[in-house]
């Protein structure tokens, strides 16, 4: 890469400087940026063209040395042994739902991929600015988006533009699902071939019925469609994957062929996919890990350090796992990247929004102020609601949720929480519930299939 010279003209006290650089993708752009932001220089670099790089400035650009900005472009560069995306044969025409974090961030990688997006949106201001900028005003704000999107809305698309797309990605927060999906269940016909690829990566759990998100689906569009409904999971904070940082994700259905055309639209050198046919783990995995994630950063909040996050990080995953095989999922799953990768993750790093709900009520914030601010949603909030009600019911040991459920929604300080937790008496470290699953069986009979299946 070649800095050629920074000059710089002055208007007001907003400084322009102009540095002739080469900048090959608009992901090397949001690292630049967000150096840059860590650096606090006050600088905001505008991605201008693919040979210049311009960096607006209040600070004088005499108190910003040439070196200074020089080594942060340089180290925001890594030289990247990842192979830009492939191009499809046959590019598809996806529409996703929800322009959110992880909806911008998932239309990004396939327009990145070469792929023929629409975003949809809520709210008509970000439809205009996200097609005249590139950029989505509130959420990956710093992003510069693939040009191969056009976000559409504020009405959900209608049943013509449907029939139109080969894929539709919903990526919609769990507690709204529902209410979507019962307005746009009869644009998916009951034929397989003639029903675009149904793609869902929320993680969660519906508050009310405790129901998981096949069970949404069959509720809304029939058992045929949330057969062949395939279900995204894994470690991948939106922002990563948008600078095409190396990712890999689950990919899941009832119907593997499904799945395995999901992967097939995902799958890139920076974003691997590894295919399943146990929807219902993956979706616990998802949803439970959030939950797990509030006690790792409410743990980190109260100042306790590495030995009480692995400790939460590894019984997190002996609950997750007994709670999966006692609903009827296999116990592989947790293993993956669905359960502890995604575990890992979100209980290690402030970037998770469940963690940050966690560090800040450990910090002694209450709960409805946390979420009010938090800008975003954590879906381990709400889902613990739904754990809650399923350990009862399949009457097994799940001590970190219950606690998570009781400080969120019986006033329990977490302090507390903590004490009892370490003072419960020993038990046996690796024991799989007796229960035999029959919630997935339940559900199973509503999609007309049997367990076995
Ligand atoms: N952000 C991330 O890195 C990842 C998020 N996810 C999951 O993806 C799902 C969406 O999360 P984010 O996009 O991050 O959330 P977000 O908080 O960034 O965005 C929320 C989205 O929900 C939409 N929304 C709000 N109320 C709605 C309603 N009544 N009806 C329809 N849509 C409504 C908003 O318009 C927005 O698109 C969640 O289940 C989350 O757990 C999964 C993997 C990674
Ligand atoms: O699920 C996620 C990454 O895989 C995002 O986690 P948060 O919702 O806690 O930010």
Same mark, same amino acid.
């Given at each position: 890469?070649?800095?050629?010279?920074?000059?710089?003209?002055?208007?007001?006290?907003?400084? &322009?400087?102009?540095?002739? *650089?080469?900048?090959?993708?608009?992901?090397?752009?949001?690292?630049?940026?967000?150096?840059?932001?860590?650096?606090?220089?006050?600088?905001?670099?505008?991605?201008?063209?693919?040979?210049?790089? $311009?960096?607006?400035?209040? %600070?004088?650009?005499?108190?910003?040395?040439?070196?200074?900005?020089?080594?942060?472009?340089?180290?925001?560069?890594?030289?990247?042994?990842?192979?830009?995306?492939?191009?499809?044969?046959?590019?598809?025409?996806?529409?996703?739902? =929800?322009?959110?974090?992880?909806?911008?961030?998932?239309?990004?990688?396939?327009?990145?991929?070469?792929?023929?997006?629409?975003?949809?949106?809520?709210?008509?201001?970000?439809?205009?600015?996200?097609?005249?900028?590139?950029?989505?005003?509130?959420?990956?704000?710093?992003?510069?988006?693939?040009?191969?999107?056009?976000?559409? @809305?504020?009405?959900?698309?209608?049943?013509?533009?449907?029939?139109?797309?080969?894929?539709?990605?919903?990526?919609?927060? *769990?507690?709204? +699902?529902?209410?979507?999906?019962?307005?746009?269940?009869?644009?998916? %016909?009951?034929?397989?071939?003639?029903?675009?690829?149904?793609?869902?990566?929320?993680?969660?759990?519906?508050?009310?019925?405790?129901?998981?998100?096949?069970?949404?689906?069959?509720?809304?569009? #029939?058992?045929?469609?949330?057969?062949?409904?395939?279900?995204?999971?894994?470690?991948?904070?939106?922002?990563?994957?948008?600078?095409?940082?190396?990712?890999?994700?689950?990919?899941?259905?009832? %119907?593997?062929?499904?799945?395995?055309?999901?992967?097939?639209?995902?799958?890139?050198?920076?974003?691997?996919?590894? &295919? =399943?046919?146990?929807?219902? =783990?993956?979706? +616990?995995?998802?949803?439970?890990?959030?939950?797990?994630?509030?006690?790792?950063?409410?743990?980190?909040?109260?100042?306790?350090?590495?030995?009480?996050?692995?400790? !939460?990080?590894?019984? @997190?995953?002996?609950?997750?796992?007994?709670? @999966?095989?006692?609903?009827?999922?296999?116990?592989?799953?947790? +293993?993956?990247?669905?359960?502890?990768?995604?575990?890992?993750? &979100?209980?290690?790093?402030?970037?998770?929004?469940?963690?940050?709900?966690?560090?800040?009520?450990?910090?002694?914030?209450?709960?409805?102020?946390?979420?009010?601010?938090?800008?975003?949603?954590?879906?381990?909030?709400?889902?613990?609601?739904?754990?809650?009600?399923?350990?009862?019911? $399949? #009457?097994?040991?799940?001590?970190?949720?219950?606690?998570?459920?009781?400080?969120?929604?019986? =006033?329990?300080?977490?302090?507390?929480?903590?004490?009892?937790?370490?003072?419960?008496?020993?038990?046996?470290? $690796?024991? +799989?519930?007796?229960?035999? @699953?029959?919630?997935?069986?339940? !559900?199973?009979?509503?999609?007309?299939?049997?367990?076995?299946?």
């Amino acid at each position: 890469m070649l800095i050629a010279r920074i000059s710089n003209n002055t208007s007001r006290s907003l400084h &322009t400087i102009s540095i002739h *650089t080469r900048l090959e993708n608009s992901s090397k752009f949001t690292r630049i940026q967000s150096r840059f932001q860590h650096r606090r220089l006050s600088v905001y670099p505008k991605y201008n063209a693919l040979s210049k790089l $311009l960096l607006r400035t209040t %600070t004088s650009p005499s108190q910003i040395s040439t070196s200074t900005i020089m080594s942060t472009i340089e180290r925001s560069s890594p030289p990247s042994p990842i192979s830009p995306p492939t191009p499809p044969e046959h590019p598809s025409k996806v529409l996703v739902l =929800g322009a959110g974090n992880f909806g911008s961030c998932l239309a990004d990688h396939l327009g990145d991929s070469h792929h023929e997006v629409y975003l949809w949106a809520r709210e008509a201001a970000i439809v205009k600015h996200f097609n005249e900028h590139h950029r989505n005003p509130k959420y990956l704000k710093h992003h510069h988006f693939s040009r191969n999107i056009t976000a559409v @809305g504020p009405e959900l698309p209608d049943a013509e533009f449907i029939q139109n797309m080969d894929v539709v990605l919903f990526a919609i927060p *769990t507690q709204f +699902l529902r209410e979507t999906l019962k307005k746009m269940h009869f644009h998916f %016909t009951k034929n397989l071939e003639s029903r675009p690829l149904l793609i869902f990566v929320n993680k969660g759990i519906e508050v009310g019925t405790h129901a998981l998100t096949l069970e949404i689906i069959a509720d809304t569009c #029939g058992p045929d469609v949330a057969k062949a409904a395939t279900f995204i999971s894994g470690p991948s904070f939106a922002k990563e994957v948008v600078q095409r940082q190396p990712t890999s994700v689950s990919v899941a259905s009832l %119907t593997e062929s499904e799945a395995d055309r999901a992967a097939l639209l995902f799958h890139q050198p920076h974003f691997r996919c590894y &295919t =399943g046919n146990d929807p219902i =783990g993956l979706e +616990l995995s998802g949803a439970l890990k959030n939950v797990y994630a509030i006690a790792a950063g409410a743990a980190d909040g109260l100042g306790f350090e590495n030995n009480t996050r692995a400790m !939460l990080i590894t019984r @997190g995953l002996a609950e997750m796992t007994r709670i @999966g095989t006692a609903y009827g999922a296999s116990p592989l799953t947790f +293993l993956g990247l669905a359960g502890i990768g995604d575990l890992f993750l &979100t209980c290690n790093s402030p970037n998770s929004r469940n963690y940050t709900v966690g560090y800040r009520l450990g910090k002694g914030e209450p709960l409805d102020m946390i979420t009010k601010t938090l800008g975003s949603v954590a879906e381990g909030v709400s889902t613990a609601k739904g754990v809650k009600i399923i350990v009862d019911e $399949l #009457g097994i040991q799940a001590p970190i949720a219950t606690f998570i459920y009781e400080v969120l929604y019986e =006033g329990k300080d977490v302090l507390v929480a903590v004490r009892e937790l370490m003072e419960l008496p020993p038990s046996r470290e $690796l024991d +799989l519930s007796p229960t035999t @699953g029959a919630p997935a069986r339940k !559900l199973m009979e509503k999609l007309g299939l049997d367990s076995t299946n």
